[in-house]
């Protein structure tokens, strides 16, 4: 019969279709794109914890949604993973519309997708109008049901923030840090933490969302206080996987940064002291900004003054890979006596140029250290006391991000 011969075909198409895209790697491709264009029209979401949340969310509907295309039958169940970022957008104080544009602005690039599979000619033409009336309709069910589900999600959080007093603390933590002027004595007391102090501000976070990543974070912020000898400590949830703390110091605490621990998988980021509300901001810009470049490599601890340099270096990544290349040429191997090369000259410029210095360091005789440097200045063309400075924001640029 042709109808069910034609049903069959599409079943079949639909079967060759879905197995592709789920394939890893086209699967992340999807993801990319659909974040990107998500991010593009709800820039709310664009920092590191909501990106992580989101990427999730949409991977999850991705699986979800393709699954079912080559089925006669509608069976969607929402994912876990998209409740769990209704509850971050929650959490961030952010109204219900941000929920809702997500939703809307991947709806759009989902129908930008499947017009393109059509035109690439990827749907033989006696399937094209079945093909885009089957997606259409699976994808306008999707987009109900997700809406409709987590609007619920997102009202019972907020419901629930308020009524533990997070909303507020939440709220006025985001005013402070967006430079919104406040009562600080108000403040202070609505946040049970004071604000007229020097502050040191850190981030941490996990490669996993839930309850149980939420009570790893706090114990771990409660630990690192008390490590740091810290009078007053203050978290905000920052998402289902982050959080962040800022602590009330007297020093410095460079040293005692260095002795924090955090257990798998927490990680940390401190950013540098600062006086009052304006250092309450700073400090957290800074901490962030060490995230950042923490999450090229796989350290559990990071401090904004050791990666400061590759941070500001990092923001115009073409720049700063010119800078490597031209600085470091002939040291940006991966191989064992490359490393070792840029390893020895990174500690003798950090030990300003001191063969003995360097020698202790790296745990070898200074004779060593001589010889790589004079091998390092053969590669190089020329001494390294002529571009010193140079080489070392170049060499902790390559320890940040890499050689390539």
Known sequence: ????????????????????????????????????????????????????????????????????????????????????????????????????????????????????????GQVPPELERAVLMRMFERSTTWMGLSVEALTGTFMAERERVLREALNTRTELVHALLAGTEVD????????????????????????????????????????????LGASGLLTVAASASGLWAWVGVEDDLAERIAGCEVPPPVRVAFGTPGAQVDGFAASHREAVAARRVAEHGDRPVTSYREVEIAYLAGVDAPAMRGLIARELRGLTGTDPAAVRLRTTLHAYLRAQRSPEDAARRLGVHKNTVRYRIHRVEELLGHPVAERALALEIALDCVEAYGVS
């Not at 079943?11 to 993801?31: D, K, P, S």
């Not at 502050?199 to 409660?222: I, K, N, P, Y």
């Open 1 to 120: 019969m042709p109808g069910e011969q034609n049903r069959e075909k599409l079943r079949g198409w639909f079967a060759e279709f879905v197995f592709e895209l789920l394939r890893a790697q086209t699967m992340e491709g999807i993801v990319a794109r659909l974040d990107a264009a998500v991010l593009a029209g709800v820039p709310e979401l664009d920092d590191p914890d909501m990106r992580r949340d989101l990427a999730a969310s949409t991977r999850a509907h991705a699986r979800v949604v393709l699954s079912g295309l080559a089925s006669d039958t509608v069976e969607l169940v929402l994912p876990e993973e998209a409740h769990t970022l209704a509850r971050t957008i929650a959490r961030r104080g952010l109204d219900v519309r941000v929920l809702l544009r997500v939703y809307r602005t991947g709806l759009t690039e989902v129908f930008a997708v499947m017009t393109e599979t059509v035109a690439q």
């Open 184 to 227: 600080i004595d108000q403040a202070s007391i609505a946040l049970g933490y004071r604000l007229a102090r020097r502050h040191l501000a850190f981030v941490l976070w996990t490669g996993d969302a839930g309850d149980e990543s939420a009570l790893l974070l706090d114990r771990a912020a409660t630990k690192i206080a008390s490590t």
